[in-house]
Structures are given as C-alpha cells and as structure tokens.
C-alpha cells in the first residue's frame, strides 16, 4: 500500500516562502513520476509541478513557474515543493500525488495516490 504523507504546509505573508514536503512509502519509487496538485475552496484541483524520479526532469503550472521548485531526495524517497514569492491568490490546499506511470503528466487523473493535503495559507 502506498502512503505519501505531506507536511509544511501554514500561514504566510504576500511574498514570503515556504517548502511543503511528501514522504512516500509502499512503492519503487524510482518507476513513477510525482506531482503536487492544489485546490481553493470553490475552485477544481489543478496541477503544480511534476517531476520524473529517474531523470529529475521536471514541469511547472505557467501559475508558478519562476516561483516553486520541484525536487526530490531518492534516499529519503520524499518530494519537496520549494515556494517562493507567494501570492495570496496561491492559497489552497496542496496535495501530493503519485503517477501511475514514469513519464511526467499534469493530469490529476495519471495519479494514483495521494496525500492527505497540507493547508497553504497567504495573507496580503
């Protein structure tokens, strides 16, 4: 069984920073690609970033590119989301997700496990 455990997640001003983390157990890890995924209250979820295991080879949302870094640590199999220059408007809560297959994808329906979500909160 699969298990992605999220943490990081809190209140911070415009502007500020904060790096979300995922601990994955259960899988090769090294086989899949890994996502984060976001939703605001009363909007769908939407993609973030992904990153392929092997490779590192990453892709970002247009939303934050320039702004948030995806990375990973294959020792410690966790996932990170380094965020920067936050704006209210990237309030939500944020979700970490595990791909049914290597290749990155922004489509929440390649992913088959899932976090619990960890709550991100900008203040203006």
């Known amino acids: 069984q699969v298990q992605l455990v999220e943490s990081g997640g809190g209140l911070v001003q415009a502007g500020g920073s904060l790096r979300l983390s995922c601990a994955a157990s259960?899988?090769?890890?090294?086989?899949?690609?890994m996502g984060w995924f976001r939703q605001a209250p009363g909007k769908e979820r939407e993609f973030v970033a992904t990153?392929?295991?092997?490779?590192?080879?990453?892709y970002y949302a247009d939303s934050v590119k320039g702004r948030f870094t995806i990375s990973r640590d294959n020792a410690k199999n966790t996932v990170y989301l380094q965020m920067s220059s936050l704006k209210p408007e990237d309030t939500a809560v944020y979700y970490c997700?595990?791909?049914?297959?290597?290749?990155?994808?922004?489509?929440?329906?390649?992913?088959?496990?899932w976090g619990q979500g960890t709550q991100v909160t900008v203040s203006s």
């Open positions: 259960g899988r090769t890890f090294s086989s899949y690609a």
């Open positions: 990153i392929r295991w092997n490779t590192g080879a990453t």
């Open positions: 997700a595990q791909s049914k297959r290597m290749a990155v994808s922004t489509t929440a329906k390649e992913y088959d496990y």
